[in-house]
């Protein structure tokens, strides 16, 4: 018997049926289910068994739901495992349960020690009704790396594969994808210093992690993500659907988000950058210039003070062109959001480089500004050239 099959003791009659992504293991014994049932010599094909274990963690948290997993979602045991290393360390302790060795520890060990972990955590909220054990101001405590944790997982439960993504893109072109990671979305949400009234639009969003987290780490108004392939669409429907699932369980409410399959370059993307959002994110770095001329013509109504971050900049460069014919050139600012020493890991996933983020900032009294600088100065100038011209006319005057 294999070790698969002693794993598991209670028979599933669903073992045919189309389901929800199956981890290698038990995707294996499905395929040999079907070939030994269509081998018209070998017989009625043996029922194998595989049990679907059912995972259940209930919630610390204040107003926290339970979480629901099963055996057979993919990643779902190393979710579990990273939850409890990264996250109810000090839940655990306070509970007086020894954690399991998260790294090394089989996916059956997970069964009864949620078990355990269940029945202390129910105990505890009869006998101390009043108390939550993880409370926010612990929840917050570390950077908000909770938040960068559930958007980590979230992503691991809806795309068990993330290699199908890296195949599905031509190379670089501009669909090319790349994840940009959290932690690069953490720095620069902190560097721009997000407010409640703003509104967060990725253009090119991809699975949509990082409209997840910004919902969840900020207390922005509103946050967006439009995403012109289908492929990694669907990915974030279903990174939506696991996000919501453990922010309920942490009792964390996210701010209003949308993640939606289209194209940026239409008329509605258009009024919506024009007239709500404040914050512009384009991980445009493959993007071929045809795109880039489509991007910048969008975002050249962008309203004042409208902050874009991108990873190839807005300004033309082309020959013969001077700056002055470049939107972002004469009517915003643009400098590289941080610098690095090049000691970091990728900030991208498809490339271990640093890939470098540019916010511009429209500015559209720049041309104003500059115009009259350039006039003062030219003034400046001129009454210089006159007073010059008086002195000089005055020391002729004096010799003759
Ligand atoms: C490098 S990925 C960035 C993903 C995500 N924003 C991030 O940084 O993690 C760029 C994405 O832009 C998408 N894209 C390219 N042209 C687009 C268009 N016209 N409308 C919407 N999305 C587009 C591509 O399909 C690709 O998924």
Request: include cysteine.
């Amino acid at each position: 018997m294999s070790k698969v099959q002693q794993n598991f003791s209670v028979v599933s009659d669903d073992a045919d049926k189309p389901g929800p992504l199956q981890p290698a293991s038990v995707r294996s014994l499905r395929s040999t289910t079907k070939r030994n049932a269509s081998s018209e010599v070998a017989g009625p094909a043996p029922k194998i068994a595989v049990k679907v274990e059912k995972w259940t963690i209930e919630s610390v948290c204040k107003n926290g739901r339970r979480l629901d997993l099963s055996s057979n979602e993919p990643n779902a045991a190393s979710v579990i495992k990273t939850l409890f290393k990264e996250i109810h360390g000090s839940v655990l302790s306070k509970l007086n349960i020894h954690p399991l060795h998260w790294d090394e520890c089989a996916d059956s060990e997970l069964g009864p020690f949620l078990k355990t972990f269940n029945n202390s955590v129910k105990a505890f909220r009869k006998k101390n009704p009043r108390d939550v054990l993880l409370s926010k101001e612990n929840w917050r405590q570390k950077e908000a790396s909770e938040f960068r944790v559930i958007c980590d997982l979230a992503c691991q439960l809806a795309i068990p594969n993330p290699r199908v993504l890296n195949t599905h893109y031509a190379g670089f072109s501009s669909g090319t994808y790349g994840e940009t990671n959290i932690e690069t979305l953490q720095k620069i949400l902190d560097l721009l210093g997000v407010k409640e009234d703003d509104v967060f639009m990725d253009l090119g969003s991809g699975i949509g992690q990082l409209v997840t987290f910004a919902a969840a780490y900020t207390n922005i108004a509103h946050v967006r993500g439009i995403e012109l392939q289908q492929v990694p669409a669907g990915f974030a429907d279903e990174n939506v659907r696991q996000f919501k699932k453990l922010m309920r369980h942490f009792g964390e409410k996210p701010r209003p988000f949308e993640l939606k399959l289209g194209d940026f370059n239409t008329e509605e993307i258009e009024t919506f950058l024009k007239e709500k959002a404040t914050i512009i994110f384009c991980n445009n770095l493959a993007f071929d210039p045809d795109l880039m001329i489509k991007l910048r013509a969008i975002l050249q109504f962008c309203n004042n003070g409208t902050k874009i971050v991108v990873t190839q900049k807005l300004e033309t460069t082309k020959k013969g062109r001077t700056p002055r014919d470049c939107f972002f050139t004469a009517s915003a600012d643009t400098i590289l959001l941080f610098e690095t020493d090049g000691s970091e890991k990728g900030n991208v996933s498809w490339t271990n480089n640093i890939v470098p983020y540019y916010l511009t900032t429209v500015d559209n009294y720049k041309p104003f500004r500059e115009a009259a600088t350039r006039a003062k100065q030219e003034e400046a100038n001129r009454l210089a050239k006159l007073m010059c011209s008086k002195k000089n006319g005055a020391k002729h005057g004096e010799k003759e």
